[in-house]
């Protein structure tokens, strides 16, 4: 049979040599699937969906695979696989033919997810097949298929999943992504004392999982389901967030602000127009900033995981993009405390908590005063737990609010895909070539062949322009390179 007859109502059957994978039952709930070979703890939290009314117009086709290109992974070892298996199929699109399942990786709510890789062209690129079977969904359920679909087939960045093929093949839905060797957050954290890390691994995880939401807010997504279990690890120790079945989708206007912010000690002072009338003083300036923030979504859908819910979820009079950042805050918590702030005995006390007007609390332990960094770290969790949406931190301008926040002092935004992965105790990370510690920059060898590649760039530039001029455009990493080169250079501003 040729690939035309396959796409025609023909599942081809998966290769059962080593493992029972018979694609019934895909309703299993999340915390009773104890029995899977899932790398997440059987505790992880399941995520509730009262009602589902955000549904996305979607269409979906019976006998269809989709292929989507991603300009920003071109060079990726995955998309290579899949152009060149695609290339030698005789329909120009992947099949579940051209997959070979490995492994059983876990059971959701909505089905299961296998390793897999590509059957005859490339033994080493590892993916992850999540397979739907739509005929055993609620018309509900059945909605976030299309939902989770729709929104991954829109993403293409590195804290997220990139769709490589949705194949549709009789009554089964089938996406495939990147697949995460090394767990989630959740079975992370239960591997620490006290479940809780260390903070410059928090800061890690937290900065790029704020890129992450960021990213979809932009996009106009509001995630909705913001959990350590649904962080997981790639193979480098980045982050990439998981589940879009919750998500929904609001439109979001882009805008460039103004902003005028006091210089601080270190901040290089830029070339400014002397105005004789301003009342401004000289230690301010004046910066544009990028805002793309979706600040009128709205949903009174009741969605997501009870520890995680925001005020507004929870009381069920309709909610927007501020629930992400509400949750953004209780992750942060967790991370470092081993518990979520407002839980308690049952389901239900916890929403209480959430509902009552009690403010966060923190255990404050002797030892953990002196830890460099704690003040911020509960700075920024109290100014995310604020129960009124509209003074919550992130609810008007998104990310680029909170990467302000002192917590995040010191973190160069662009570069962070570059950072080296903390290392962590139950966490084994394969290395990259070119990482930098977000802490101390790298080796010293790493440090200064930056130093030296960024003079080379800096002085062909200058000779280019015939001018002496500064790279103010790329002034973080120039003050990066400084700032962890030898240690007896600093750069003077002005
Ligand atoms: N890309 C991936 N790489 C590795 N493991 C994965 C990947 N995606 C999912 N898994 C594993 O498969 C399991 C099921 O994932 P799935 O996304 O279907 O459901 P879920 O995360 O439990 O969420 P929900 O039930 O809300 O859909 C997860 O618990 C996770 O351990």
């Not at 093929?165 to 989630?184: F, K, M, Q, R």
């Not at 005995?345 to 255990?363: D, H």
Request: a positive charge; aromatic letters at 8%.
């Amino acid at each position: 049979m040729d690939d035309k007859d396959a796409t025609n109502y023909y599942f081809p059957p998966p290769d059962y040599s080593d493992l029972d994978l018979s694609f019934t039952s895909t309703t299993t709930d999340r915390t009773t699937t104890t029995t899977t070979t899932s790398a997440r703890s059987s505790l992880a939290r399941s995520s509730l969906a009262l009602s589902f009314n955000d549904r996305l117009s979607t269409t979906t086709n019976s006998t269809s695979t989709t292929l989507h290109k991603r300009p920003h992974r071109k060079s990726d070892p995955h998309w290579t696989a899949i152009k060149a298996a695609s290339t030698l199929s005789s329909t120009g699109s992947i099949h579940l033919r051209h997959l070979k399942l490995i492994r059983h990786l876990g059971t959701g709510n909505l089905g299961r997810v296998f390793l897999c890789r590509l059957r005859d062209y490339d033994h080493n690129t590892q993916f992850a097949l999540k397979v739907v079977d739509r005929d055993a969904l609620s018309p509900k359920k059945l909605s976030q298929v299309q939902t989770e679909a729709q929104i991954l087939s829109l993403l293409d960045h590195p804290f997220l999943p990139t769709l490589y093929a949705h194949i549709e093949v009789s009554h089964y839905t089938c996406l495939l992504i990147d697949y995460c060797p090394n767990g989630d957050l959740h079975s992370l954290l239960s591997k620490q004392p006290s479940n809780r890390l260390p903070l410059e691994s928090v800061r890690f995880y937290a900065a790029e999982v704020l890129v992450a939401l960021e990213y979809l807010h932009a996009n106009g997504v509001v995630y909705r389901d913001l959990k350590p279990e649904n962080v997981l690890l790639r193979e480098d120790g980045h982050v990439m967030l998981s589940d879009f079945d919750l998500c929904f989708k609001s439109d979001v206007v882009p805008k460039l602000e103004t902003r005028s912010h006091r210089r601080t000690a270190g901040t290089p002072r830029r070339r400014r127009r002397c105005n004789c009338f301003s009342d401004r003083r000289p230690e301010e300036e004046t910066v544009m900033e990028f805002v793309a923030e979706p600040t009128t979504a709205f949903s009174k859908s009741c969605v997501g995981t009870h520890e995680y819910l925001a005020p507004e979820l929870v009381s069920g009079n309709g909610h927007g993009n501020g629930v992400d950042w509400w949750a953004f805050g209780v992750l942060v918590y967790e991370l470092l405390n081993g518990t979520t702030p407002f839980k308690g005995a049952s389901k239900e006390a916890t929403l209480r908590n959430i509902a009552s007007s009690r403010g966060v609390r923190f255990q404050v332990e002797a030892e953990e005063e002196v830890v460099a960094g704690m003040a911020e770290a509960r700075d920024l969790i109290e100014k995310l737990l604020v129960k009124d949406p509209r003074r919550r931190l992130g609810c008007a301008r998104g990310a680029t609010d909170i990467k302000r926040h002192p917590f995040f002092n010191g973190i160069k935004w662009p570069l962070i895909r570059m950072y080296k992965p903390p290392e962590v105790r139950g966490l084994v990370v394969k290395k990259a070539k070119s990482q930098m510690s977000h802490v101390t920059g790298g080796s010293s060898f790493q440090k200064r062949r930056r130093l030296w590649w960024w003079k080379g760039l800096n002085s062909i530039m200058r000779k280019s322009m015939g001018a002496k001029r500064n790279l103010n455009s790329n002034q973080n990493y120039y003050c990066y390179c400084y700032a962890n080169g030898s240690g007896s250079k600093v750069r003077k501003s002005g």
